[in-house]
Structure formats: structure tokens, C-alpha cells
């Protein structure tokens, strides 16, 4: 059994275990579980003395030091899809491994500075923003994360523990003022759809002339206030956001604030159908120093089992960053 393997079992398990006896979702288990294993104790003072004493042995089977981040990560991701098979909700969606993977090498490539704050106001679960960060070795990392649903920023908050990853937690409505100093780094898979308040919406520059606004054009403007001038922000973007009544607005607005550095398109692959499929989107927020670039980057990235194809255009991807910094 792989270590991944090993440690799912071990949340799968002792989750299941708590999802009968506490009478709660699976998802909400695997939070509790991953608390006490990072506290090495059963918080749960309601549990029978019987089920404290099975979870104390299983967790005590466990070492969590042998694992690397990176296992930690995936270990709990599995469990998290696994809860999120049997959520009905939509925001408990995850964001593809493989793209988070992508983002990680990119933001190591564009942005080349030994000390990073960066931060992800749609973090949902934390698990893009940890894969992102675990393929930054070496630098000094301030982490921050907002969140409007209170089970999914406690699953980021265990997630981040297990890690040891230093994550700051908001829990709020990420499109509310946020008690953030500007960042150096946005790394957001956008929320897409519309956004119900309207009072807030009318706020910002990006909000519908009428009826309600676009949550994702919000997203942009507001990851847009909390970065530095001269930062970068990765966005995972439908591919029909240029496609919107909307648009004409979107576009003249990252005109006048943004250089835009690149537009990846993702294998339609990673896909459940073309409707849902989504590209990456890089922007440089103006300053005195930023420059625009020769040329935007526009790279259809190949199905990801085609490792010749991807050492192409990773190339390609290097080749520009070389031409343009």
C-alpha cells in the first residue's frame, strides 16, 4: 500500500466511524477526523467511550511526520471527493489535480521572488491553493484564504494543519471589504454565476447595468483591489467569459488596469462537456515598472497522458517567459 494509500484509509475510515455515530455528513466527519489526528486526541466529547478508544488506536497507528506535504495533500483530497460524490451542493466542487499542477508551475515560472503573500478568495477546501504552494519550495510564503461556506473553510483549516501550511482564514463573503493587505499573488478558479447582493455589486466598476451581476467579473475586480501594483493573478476562467452582454465592460476594465500576460486553454479532456471547460488566465496589474508583453501568450495545453506534447509547450511556456521578463 502506497503512503497516500494509507493515510486515505486511515481518514476514510475513521470518518465513516464518526459519520454514523455523530449522525453528520461525510464531509463534515472528515473535518473532525482530520482535527483530531492533527491534535492526536478525540475532540469529540459525545462519542462513546468504546468509539473514542477504536479512533485513539487508529490514529495512534498512524505517524503523520513520515509524510511529505504533497502526500498529506492527496491523501485527503481522495477523501474530500469521495464526500463530495455524496454532496449535493455545487460549490463543493473541486478544482482538477492536474490544474492546480499546471498554476504551480506557473506562478513558480512568472513570479521569481524568494518571499510571496498570496491568496485565494474563492478557496473553497484549500486544496488548489496547497497544490500551488507545495511546488514552491524554498520560498518565504504568507498564505491567506476567504470563504463564504463555513464547512468548506473548515475543511481548508484541518487541510492546511495537516500540511503545515500557514494558511490565514477568512470566513465571509469574499466580495464584502476584506481585512487583507494587498498580495503579491491571486491564484482563484473563479466562481461562476450570479452574485444575489445587489447593494454590494453596485460597489464596483464591473457590476450589471441591470438585474443581477456576474459573481466571476466581480471576482476579477476584487482580486484586482487586493493586489499589489506589478502582482500577478492566476485565474481558472470559463471560456465563454469573453461571450457575455457583459463582456464589452470586462474587457475595457482589464484594459486600463492589467497587462494580459497569457491565455492557457485546458484539454477539454479534464472536462464532464465544452460548456465546462476552462482556461487559464494570467494578469499583471499595471505599475510604473510592468511592462506589457511583446506578444500575449495563447497556448492550447494538450491532453496531459501526452507527455511529449506537454514537454512542447512547457518549452514553448519557458521560451516566452525568457522573451518577456
Known amino acids: 500500500m502506497s503512503q497516500v494509500e494509507e493515510l486515505f484509509t486511515l481518514l476514510d475510515e475513521t470518518a465513516s466511524i464518526l459519520t454514523e455515530e455523530l449522525s453528520c455528513t461525510y464531509l463534515e466527519a472528515l473535518a473532525e477526523t482530520g482535527e483530531n489526528l492533527f491534535q492526536q486526541a478525540v475532540l469529540q466529547e459525545e462519542l462513546s467511550e468504546t468509539t473514542i478508544k477504536r479512533l485513539s488506536k487508529k490514529y495512534g497507528e498512524v505517524n503523520l511526520g513520515k509524510f511529505s506535504k504533497e502526500e498529506i495533500r492527496k491523501s ?165 467569459l469573453f461571450e457575455s452582454p457583459e463582456a464589452p465592460k470586462l474587457h475595457q476594465y482589464l484594459k486600463d488596469q492589467v497587462h494580459i500576460q497569457a491565455v492557457i486553454s485546458l484539454p477539454l479532456t479534464m472536462f464532464k462537456n465544452e460548456k465546462a471547460a476552462k482556461s487559464i488566465f494570467i494578469l499583471q496589474k499595471k505599475s510604473p515598472e510592468a511592462k506589457a508583453p511583446k506578444n500575449v501568450l495563447l497556448v492550447n495545453m494538450p491532453s496531459l497522458s501526452n507527455a511529449v506534447e506537454v514537454e512542447k509547450i512547457l518549452g514553448k511556456i519557458d521560451a516566452w517567459i525568457q522573451e518577456n521578463k
Open 76 to 240: 485527503f483530497q481522495l477523501a474530500l471527493l469521495k464526500g463530495m460524490k455524496k454532496s449535493v451542493q455545487p460549490n463543493h466542487q473541486m478544482t482538477p489535480d492536474s490544474v492546480g499542477l499546471i498554476l504551480g508551475y506557473l506562478v513558480s515560472k512568472f513570479v521569481n521572488v524568494s518571499s510571496l503573500r498570496i491568496f485565494d478568495p474563492a478557496v473553497g477546501t484549500g486544496n488548489l491553493l496547497t497544490t500551488v504552494v507545495n511546488q514552491l519550495e524554498g520560498k518565504e510564503l504568507a498564505l491567506m484564504g476567504s470563504d463564504v461556506d463555513d464547512l468548506l473553510i473548515k475543511l481548508a483549516y484541518v487541510n492546511a494543519n495537516l500540511q503545515k501550511n500557514p494558511l490565514e482564514l477568512y470566513h465571509q463573503d469574499s466580495l464584502q471589504p476584506l481585512l487583507v493587505e494587498p498580495v503579491d499573488v491571486i491564484v482563484c478558479d473563479l466562481p461562476v454565476g450570479y452574485y444575489p447582493d445587489d447593494a454590494n455589486a453596485a460597489r464596483f466598476m464591473l457590476k450589471a447595468d441591470e438585474g443581477h451581476s456576474y459573481a466571476h467579473h466581480l471576482f476579477i475586480e476584487q482580486s484586482l483591489n487586493y493586489t499589489k501594483p506589478g502582482g500577478y493573478l492566476f485565474f481558472l476562467i470559463p471560456n465563454n
